[in-house]
């Protein structure tokens, strides 16, 4: 029996879900949450100005920018503590390049966190945690 080419994709070639498979279950795990939490999701894996801004999403008039952190259970850290300085610059910057191309500055806007924590499960995680930051840090520095 032939296994699908998403499952092998998924897989890397081995018997586990490879980190960039991971992050794309985390990211629609965390477009999910905030849409259940009232935002409407514009956009995904934006890239603009050299970075990538994994989702984008308003509420009302705030514009709401939204980096999802996944790891599995067991990790060494929270996903929150992988956005280093050097990726704050990168996402300010992209945040900063997307107001500009709107038609219409919003009323309000502000960066986000998800960290999203799968199990250990080797061929499908499953969802143990998901934790939501608001303004996780300033757009504007």
């Known amino acids: ?23 794309r279950l985390g990211e629609r795990k965390a477009a999910g949450y905030l849409a259940r939490h009232g935002l409407d999701i514009l956009a995904r894996n934006v890239r603009i100005a050299g970075a990538e801004l994994d989702l984008v999403a308003c509420q009302g008039d705030l514009l709401v920018f939204i980096e999802v952190k996944s790891t599995r259970a067991g990790s060494w850290c929270e996903g929150f503590e992988k956005i280093d300085a050097a990726k704050r610059r990168c996402l300010r910057r992209a945040a900063r390049a997307y107001i500009q191309s709107l038609s219409r500055e ?4 502000r960066f986000d966190g998800i960290s999203v924590r799968f199990s250990e499960h080797r061929f499908w995680p499953r969802l143990v945690e998901l934790r939501w930051e608001r303004g996780l840090f300033a757009i504007d520095k």
């Open 1 to 23: 029996m032939r296994v699908p080419a998403w499952i092998g994709g998924l897989l890397g070639g081995s018997s586990r879900i490879n980190s960039a498979a991971l992050g």
């Open 106 to 109: 919003p009323g309000s806007y």
